[in-house]
């Protein structure tokens, strides 16, 4: 197998170059247990309920701060999305996806005779609505700090291995402390501090929380100025202006399933993927036959070759 | 080869009216279907091949990439998306092309070595090597040019970072650098201008690859025994059949990998933070080029001294040109009469130190400098404090809990003081690319003009067909 050799070198050349790692001191996040079914291989699958989960959820609570201005209605409803029905190979047919789009109302992009503008229900070809008219209201509305649009939010974290970006919300989601975990003093000064312990065993140090942002170990920042310990042990992560969102039970899911804080992390880091790739599923049906078909190629390559320098000593 | 008789016959009516007129039919079949080509070349040699396959493969899926995209900072990414959204397999032109660009290097990083190896770049092929060089040279640009077309948050801090470097350049740096920009900052007019430049270079590059393979094709192919062909009859076969099946054998197991990371991990090779539109306003954490730049970045890096009055930021641009500049110098520094080193046991192993040099140099590349690779003992604690009579001092302890303690009845006294973290003495990612840049310009600026003079070659065989045949089978050959 020595013409193995050159691409043997490469690939570890390339694992090499790979090693570029730009989040500082957050904890490596965590694929669910028996990692995802999209990222498979050779034919990952998502999940088609879980995304409709997840939709609800981005829905009922993070579109309240969170845009996802690269995704239209009709996409919903397309092959590969949460909401696709063989029934409607036209996504703008199908009446969940029209529905869905109806609930929100949008400005015409055409206004009327008068020049004035129209407002109307949204239809499956609008994009997604966004929650701030601008960049100044989103920040006004959020204590100074920007939610970030999620359309590409699990193609922008991670290190672009399939699944990433997904293990990176679900860990985010369910990897705030828990309610009792946070707790409170008042200092002799009469200010009331938020604080976390941390232990080894016995005690190690303690993180005071600031007003208006909270502690995750994923999120990458730096904890030292709030801690209060031994430096070289700060812990992982930093803190963020979004408070913990998924509490158990905060959606109640249409199709029955328990709304545990884990579940809906599950499910909206399932729909995110999908709509920071909406064409994956296209991608991930035809890898395999492409394969097979460049390994046969290739096979019946490597035999032409044999019978062509079959009589050549070389 | 030039000297060899071309056997081309028109055949048809039409061939023979068009072969007196402009033979470019004869051309094509004395170069590409009768031409002689050495029977012993092995797999190494594919990748010329492979690399015109995947010039190829850009320029199509670049230009279709052009159709859709639109180059204005409000809506470059957002185009880029569409394309993988809504455009019919837009997703897979796109990914095509993105790949590509790391498969391109990764195959002419192979061809390089390669051509470093057998002594490629050897009388009488220097414009061959140079004209390489050229298309190099003109990669790297358009990778950098079309790095910035996606307009995320690499893409513009990157490209600050790469044109700040010409701002280096004493007198004319700032001109140059505001000519690159065009304007005062990296903007619209610059992401317009990456766009024209990075759709022109690949036709350039094209133009160059013809000069390249006539080059080539004047003196004939190098082979891994570095003899040329004496005996056309018993050295060379024809290319087609013989190189065109081993050649697109190669090729296929080359667009497997390719296929691979096209279909499962796309963006495995790029950076994440790509995927977040461009802003001016946040600079991320890392800034970290593409894998196939940072043995470049990494000399960059390591230059932290001035020298004379030469400052440590412009000493840095000269070594990362250097290091490139090197390569056109190469065929005259090495001062070896034998090409393949095979035959060099000493020159072989300081060659594979040259490999090893550059991908630790891609390691560090990708690494924060700072960061230790080897530590040399245990971080401390350092407490900094001024005590109540107001004098400064500072003492530094192993433990956590006697420095907490001592640091609470100095503030307890009235004293004030502080905690800090004292660095234990490491090997660093800064001084490992420090001496791999050190081994990179020793290679070609000591070591091959020295070994030239002074090794003694071994098992060298006389003609090409003697090693074939011959029972003087040279030892420990790197392939076949």
Redesign the interface.
Known sequence: M??L???I??????A?????????GAKKSKAPEGGWPFAK?PAGQLDQQSMQRGFQVYKEVCASCHGM??LSYR?LGEPGGPFYDDAYPNANDNPLVKAIAAEYEVMDATPDEFGDPVFRPAIPADTFREPYPNEQAARAANGGALP??L??IT????????G??ASYVYSLMKGYPSFDEVKFREEPNGEFVNYLEFDDGEKVGELIQPIGVYYNPYF?GDTAPQWS????HKPYGGFLAMPAQLPDGRVEYMDGTEATTAQMAYDVAMFLHWA?????V???S??LP??IY??L??IL??F??KR??RN??? | MSGHESTYEPKSGFTKWLDNRLPIVRLAHDSFVDFPTPKNLNYWYTFGGILAVCLVIQIITGVVLAMHYTATVDEAFGSVERIMRDVPYGWLIRNIHMVGASMFFLAVYVHMFRGLYYGSYKAPREVLWLLGCVIFLLMMATAFLGYMLPWGQMSLHGANVIINLFGAIPLVGESIQAWLMGGPSVGNQTLQRFFSLHYLLPFMIAGVVILHIWALHVPGNNNPTGQEVQDVEKDTVPFHPYYTVKDGFAIVVFLIIFAAFVFYAPNVLGHADNYIEANPLVTPAHIVPEWYLLPFYAILRAITFNIGPIDAKLLGVIFMFGSIAVLFALPWLDTSKVKSMRYRPVAKQFFFGFVVACLLLSWCGAENPDNPIIKMGEDKLIVTYTDAAGLEGSRVFEEYAPASQFREETVTAGGTASLGIQVAPAFRFLHLSQLMTLYYFAYFLIILPWLGLRERPKGEPDSIHQSILGNEAPAAAPAE
């Open positions: 020595k013409f050799r050159p691409l070198i490469g690939l570890g050349a390339l090499i170059g790979l090693t570029a790692d730009a989040a500082g291989v201005k690269l996409n970030p649009d359309s590409v193609k922008a974290r991670g290190k672009g291995a399939e990433d970006g990458a310990g031994d430096p070289r920071g790739d909406p064409k994956q296209q991608r991930k035809l890898a492409v394969m460049l390994v190629l290739s390559l490597w032409s070759y062509i320098w050549v000593a070389h």
